[in-house]
């Protein structure tokens, strides 16, 4: 009789093993003649060595599967372990390649001709500035990338981050210690990894220091090495901001700074960090430049028309 032991820590067990085991009882009717145990974070598996082999192989592509698609259903369980050849499965025949696929299979993918040039931005160089109005898809095109990136075991970490300027004058009247005060403003970071990572999962990361979400000023004196790290709202930073976030960058690192110059909420005659950045760098080799506009709004219809409103009114004044 002969044992494996596959450690399943890294995924989300419950959608793993699915309701009430339902996935593992579809394996063992697959593979009568093995015994197969789930205790804990691991999976036992006891046969004869041949077809311990056999379903060790299959089990390691189902897993495989299950982390890039975050979904498992029995008839992917059917094709994967009990295929002729292990031909790998392209969930829903998508012809267009996705940045990742979210919680429950969700296709998250470029979706206009910026947002793609920002994914091939990102591939090339390891700095890219993403500017443009709301709605644009910047931080959620961004924090994909981050995502993808870890789940491809490319780097350790993803560090989220934002000039907490709004908040600033007014944490001390909010309620709750400073991480609660913050949360609110990290709130739409906190949304887009909840599309993409399985909430137990997340959770799980942001303990262990997986992924870490933190204002600006949490970045001083550190060094930010096999990290995915984006600056989110980068308009709101001043000058110092800015240079102490830019020389964070360590080894094997990528860094996308997000931002919307014709938002910024800076004290007036206050110069954004964002606008002097790229004036400064806009030619420095291994920095990349990607602007989105009304064309790449993803939001409600209406957003596109109020964008265009107001620069009506701003080319006026």
Excluded: C
């Excluded at 046969?47 to 979904?71: C, H, M, P, Q, W």
């Excluded at 990136?149 to 490319?154: D, I, R, S, T």
């Amino acid at each position: 009789m002969n044992e494996i032991k596959i450690d399943l820590s890294e995924i989300n067990l419950q959608d793993f093993f699915g309701n009430q085991n339902t996935h593992i009882e579809k394996i063992r009717n697959i593979f009568p003649e093995i015994k197969i145990v789930a205790r804990g974070n691991n999976l036992k598996a006891y046969g004869e060595k041949s077809t311990i082999i056999d379903f060790n192989k299959r089990i390691a592509e189902l897993i495989t599967y299950f982390i890039e698609y975050n979904v498992l259903n029995d008839e992917i369980i059917e094709r994967i372990m009990n295929s002729e050849n292990q031909e790998k499965i392209n969930l829903n025949g998508e012809i267009d390649s996705p940045i990742l696929y979210g919680v429950g299979g969700r296709i998250i993918k470029a979706k206009t001709f910026n947002q793609n040039r920002l994914v091939k931005s990102i591939k090339k160089n390891d700095m890219v500035f993403a500017i443009g109005p709301a709605g644009t898809g910047k931080t959620y095109t961004g924090v994909a990338l981050a995502v993808n990136a870890l789940k491809q075991k490319k780097v350790k970490r993803i560090v989220l981050t934002r000039p907490a300027v709004e908040a600033g004058e007014n944490l001390g009247f909010l309620p709750g210690d400073l991480n609660e005060k913050l949360d609110p403003y990290m709130q739409p970071l906190y949304d887009a990894l909840r599309d993409m990572i399985p909430n137990e999962t997340l959770k799980n990361y942001i303990e262990k220091g997986i992924i870490q979400i933190a204002p600006l000023a949490f970045m001083r004196g550190r060094t930010l090495d096999n990290a995915f790290v984006i600056l989110d709202e980068a308009q709101n930073t001043t000058h110092s901001q800015m240079k102490m976030f830019l020389t964070r960058m360590g080894k094997n690192a990528k860094f996308l700074l997000t931002g919307d110059p014709g938002q910024i909420d800076l004290p007036r005659r206050m110069v954004s960090g964002l606008k002097e950045a790229l004036l400064i760098l806009n030619s420095t080799d291994g920095i990349g430049i990607v602007y989105l506009d009304d064309k790449d709004v993803i939001r409600h219809p209406l957003v596109k028309k109020v964008i265009n409103a107001y620069k009506t009114i701003e080319h006026d004044n």
